[in-house]
Every structure is written in structure tokens, then in C-alpha cells.
């Protein structure tokens, strides 16, 4: 039986518990700021070639 790899949150690096889902995860604990901070800075780093912080 295959194992599911260890799901990692992009924003805070926890390592979710196997019945954590991602989305719901990130909904509970991180405001949408964090979120929004987040997508921006990864594409001003894919798109404008600006590094993240």
C-alpha cells in the first residue's frame, strides 16, 4: 500500500496531520492578508523576478 507524503504548509512550513487538509488548514489559520501576501510575493518572484521575503 502506497503512503500519502507529508503535506506541508506553504505559509507557516507546519506539517499537517494526516487528516488535515491543506485548504481547510489555511482558512483556520492564516488571515486573508497572509494569504494575499503570500500569492503576491510568489508572483512577484515568478513573474517580475523579485526575490520573496
Not at 488548514?25 to 492578508?33: A, C, G, S, W
Amino acid at each position: 500500500m502506497a503512503t500519502k507524503p507529508s503535506v506541508h504548509c506553504p505559509l507557516c512550513q507546519v506539517e499537517l496531520a494526516e487528516s488535515e487538509e491543506l485548504e481547510d488548514h489555511l482558512v483556520e489559520e492564516h488571515t486573508p492578508r497572509e494569504l494575499a501576501d503570500s500569492i503576491v510575493s510568489d508572483w512577484e518572484a515568478n513573474e517580475l523576478g523579485f526575490d520573496s521575503e
